[in-house]
């Protein structure tokens, strides 16, 4: 089975601070996806990355940027949190070549910026 | 770019009731199409999918989706529902999209379903 994990399951910072989520996954997929899930919105992508070291903006990128330095491994970086990031973080990946890009999920990040 | 649209936002059952959950797309080259679903407290999980062929897809759990093209429409079914499959329901597209031709997937807002007992 496809495992995704995130470094953290709640996390509480404080306005200003710079933010580190950690995403890995174990099935060799090369796509890697960051999503932010709030009540009454949905997913939303912020970045997604297609191999290592190749980062695409999705649908909400502002005030958030990611590294992609291995294949397993996907950061989003909060540069500056701020408290209208409080939200619901998922990491998904899938597989390039199969399965129409079927997303694997780990748990989720819930972030509260103080 | 596609957006998906789901109809409705929350859906309350009895037991035993049947299911529909309505969702549309709007893209107009080929599509991949998907369910997942999200129980309380777990993660996101694939409930079914369609690639092409047959446009009755079944899924998991006794779940079944129809697409029809004409339609620009993916709805979900399920015949008899069950107090076990209270949880939030997402239709996602995946279709070409970025700077270098990339697939993206496109979620739809979400149905939260709760089944009374």
């Known amino acids: 089975d496809v495992k995704v994990t995130q470094s953290s399951r709640y996390l509480v910072k404080r306005t200003g601070e710079k933010v580190f989520l950690e995403c890995v996954q174990d099935?060799?997929?090369?796509?890697m996806f960051w999503y932010r899930q709030d009540p009454g919105l949905g997913l939303r992508l912020i970045y997604f990355?297609?191999?290592?070291?190749?980062?695409e903006k999705g649908d909400i990128p502002e005030g958030y940027s990611v590294s992609r330095e291995k294949k397993e491994r996907f950061s989003l970086i909060l540069e500056s949190a701020s408290t209208n990031q409080t939200s619901m973080y998922l990491c998904?990946?899938?597989?390039?070549?199969?399965?129409?890009?079927?997303?694997?999920f780990g748990p989720g990040t819930r972030l509260t910026v103080l | 770019a596609q957006s998906v649209s789901q109809h409705n936002h929350h859906v309350i059952l009895s037991e035993a009731a049947s299911l529909e959950l309505g969702c549309n797309y709007s893209?107009?080259?080929?599509?991949?199409l998907f369910w997942y679903v999200q129980y309380p407290g777990q993660h996101l999980q694939l409930l079914l999918k369609?690639?092409?062929?047959?446009?009755l897809v079944k899924g998991i759990k006794g779940f079944e989706a129809e697409f029809i093209k004409s339609k620009f429409s993916f709805n979900l079914r399920k015949p008899s529902v069950q107090w076990s499959d209270t949880a939030e329901y997402f239709c996602?597209?995946?279709?070409?999209?970025?700077?270098?031709?990339?697939?993206?997937?496109?979620f739809g807002i979400g149905t939260k379903l709760q089944v009374i007992p």
């Open positions: 893209y107009g080259g080929t599509v991949n």
């Open positions: 990355s297609y191999d290592v070291k190749m980062k």
């Open positions: 099935m060799d997929h090369e796509n």
């Open positions: 369609y690639f092409s062929g047959d446009p």
């Open positions: 996602a597209v995946n279709a070409l999209a970025g700077s270098g031709g990339y697939q993206k997937v496109t």
């Open positions: 998904a990946s899938s597989d390039l070549l199969a399965g129409g890009n079927e997303q694997f």
